[in-house]
């Protein structure tokens, strides 16, 4: 599970991920038929498409990013710059995108912690 990762700030397509790590990561995943599911705004200036572009490549099918329009942020969040998906700019209502994208993390946990 990746939620907006933003490191490094300094590389828009760079992964927080030593190389050795990111190839046992991968070896992991297609043993064990294993996903990473992934989740960022759209307009998000810390985590732009170009790292989730760099995650899929790296991983794959394995890899399952979801992009929410920034209109599904919380207008009234203290951070203008719509980022965290399930904290600050979720809008707690039935119906809404970031409530629904932390329902499927929630059901994602449960599969995973349950097999």
Do not use: W
């Not at 992009?67 to 998906?85: E, G």
């Amino acid at each position: 599970m990746l939620a907006q990762p933003s490191l490094p700030l300094n590389d828009a397509a760079g992964m927080h991920i030593a190389p050795d790590e990111l190839a046992a990561v991968k070896k992991r995943m297609e043993a064990e038929d294993l996903t990473v599911l992934a989740y960022r705004f759209e307009g998000d200036k810390y985590c732009q498409a170009a790292r989730f572009a760099a995650y899929a490549d790296a991983l794959g099918d394995r890899f399952i990013g979801k992009v929410l329009p920034d209109s599904a942020a919380n207008p009234d969040s203290p951070m203008k710059n719509p980022h965290s998906v399930v904290t600050i700019h979720l809008i707690d209502e039935a119906g809404q995108p970031t409530v629904q994208a932390r329902d499927e993390i929630l059901d994602f946990f449960k599969m995973r912690l349950s097999e």
